[in-house]
């Protein structure tokens, strides 16, 4: 079965740059997304399609997806960031989750 | 602003059957663009889909859990619904129903798809 590779936690200051990486199997021949999830809340998606951002989501929070890996990217981090994050991609119909990221911002 | 509520018992006994229900509003469960979706989440754990439905009835679910799932829809009530039998605790979980927005790619022509609402879930506990 597919799977998506995530690393456990990423730590950022304030106003820097946190980049989450998700490893797949030729994932840059499928697209990719994300979701964020704050404590206790359910998850929001914040990029669809490698690098779309739905409406209501701040121009800080981007994406790529190229090769073996997808990365969201988040410019001038917030303290409000702070959350766990999933990538996301479909295998023959199926959903795939990669484990998560939590993001820390100290 | 389309909401997701998803609502059913917070307690199964092993063995039995979990059942959960959807209920999508301000939006049709039977406009042409969305499928639906189950996902869920143990405690402490990663996300798993579930499976989805579309409108006409089609489903597709995750190979780990098809023997055990079966997911239906009631256009009439605007809701969807779960079942999964044979619960053990592994099945304990907070579970969330979400709208699966699908969108045609013309340069790849195929269909893309992406859970773009979700519900706030609900907490279910397999325990005698």
């Known amino acids: 079965s597919y799977e998506l590779t995530q690393p456990p936690s990423v730590s950022v200051s304030p106003g820097q740059t946190a980049s989450i990486p998700c490893s797949g199997d030729?994932?840059?021949?499928?697209?990719a997304c994300w979701y964020q999830q704050k404590s206790g809340q359910s998850p929001v998606l914040v990029i669809y399609?490698?690098?779309k951002r739905p409406s209501g989501i701040p121009e800080r929070f981007s994406g790529s997806n190229s090769g073996n890996t997808a990365t969201l990217t988040i410019s001038g981090t917030q303290a409000m960031d702070e959350a766990d994050y999933y990538c996301?991609?479909?295998?023959?119909?199926?959903?795939?989750f990669g484990g998560g990221t939590k993001l820390t911002v100290l | 602003q389309v909401q997701l509520q998803e609502s059913g018992p917070g307690l199964v006994k092993p063995s039995q059957t979990l059942s959960l229900t959807c209920t999508v509003a301000?939006?049709?469960?039977?406009?042409?663009?969305?499928?639906w979706s189950w996902i869920r989440q143990p405690p402490g754990k990663g996300l798993e889909w579930i499976g989805y439905?579309?409108?006409?009835?089609?489903?597709y679910y995750n190979p780990s859990l098809k023997s055990r799932v079966t997911i239906s829809i009631d256009t009439s009530k605007n809701q969807f619904s779960l079942k999964l039998s044979s619960v053990t605790a592994a099945d304990t979980a907070v579970y969330y129903c979400?709208?699966?927005?699908?969108?045609?790619?013309?340069?790849?022509?195929?269909?893309?798809?992406?859970?773009?609402?979700w519900g706030k879930g609900t907490t279910v506990t397999v325990s005698s």
């Open positions: 439905i579309y409108s006409s009835g089609s489903t």
């Open positions: 030729k994932l840059g021949d499928k697209y």
């Open positions: 399609q490698d690098y």
């Open positions: 996301q991609a479909w295998d023959t119909s199926t959903a795939v």
């Open positions: 301000d939006d049709s469960i039977s406009s042409p663009d969305y499928y």
């Open positions: 979400a709208r699966v927005h699908s969108i045609w790619i013309p340069q790849n022509l195929e269909y893309y798809y992406y859970m773009d609402v």
